[in-house]
C-alpha cells in the first residue's frame, strides 16, 4: 500500500502544473459566475427600480387625465345649466315682449285719433327699444359669466398642468 500511496502522491513537475492550471480556471470560472451573478441582481434591481418608476409615471398620468376629463365633463354641465337658464330668460322677455305687442295692438283699435295712434306706437317703439337694449345687455353679461363660470374648471385643469410641468422640468 505504501507504494500505491507513494505513487499518488508523488507527483511530477507536468502533474503539478495541470492541476494548478486546472484550480486556475475552476478559480477564474467560480469568479466568473459570482460576477455575472452579480452583474444580473445589479441589472434586476435597477430594471425593478425603472418598472417601479414608469409604474408610478402612468398611474399619475391616468390620474391626471381622469382630473381633465372631470373638468371638462363639469365645464359642460355648467354651460348646459346655464344655457338653459339664458334660453329661459330670453323665452320669457320674448313672451312678455309679444304681450306689450298684443296689447298695443288692441289699444290702436280703440283710439279716436291718428296723433294718438301715433303717440301709442312712438310710446311702444321707444319703450321696446329701451326694453331690447336692457335685455341685450343683460343677456351679454349674463353669457360671460357663464363662459367664465364654465371655464373655471378647465382653467384649474391647465393651472394644475403648468405646475407639473414646471415641477418635472
Known sequence: MSTAKAKITDVTPAGAAATQTIEATVTN???GVAKATAGFEATQVKMKEGVEKAMKSA??????SQ???EAIMKS???WATGV???SKHIAA???ASMD???SVLKALTSVKSLKDAFELQSSFARAALEKTLAESGKVTEASMKLTEQA???ITARVSVAVEKFAKAA
Open 29 to 31: 470560472l467560480k469568479d
Open 59 to 64: 398611474e399619475e398620468f391616468v390620474a391626471f
Open 67 to 69: 382630473g381633465n376629463v
Open 76 to 78: 359642460g354641465q355648467i
Open 84 to 86: 338653459q337658464d339664458l
Open 93 to 95: 322677455a320674448a313672451q
Open 100 to 102: 306689450e305687442s298684443l
Open 151 to 153: 371655464l373655471a374648471p
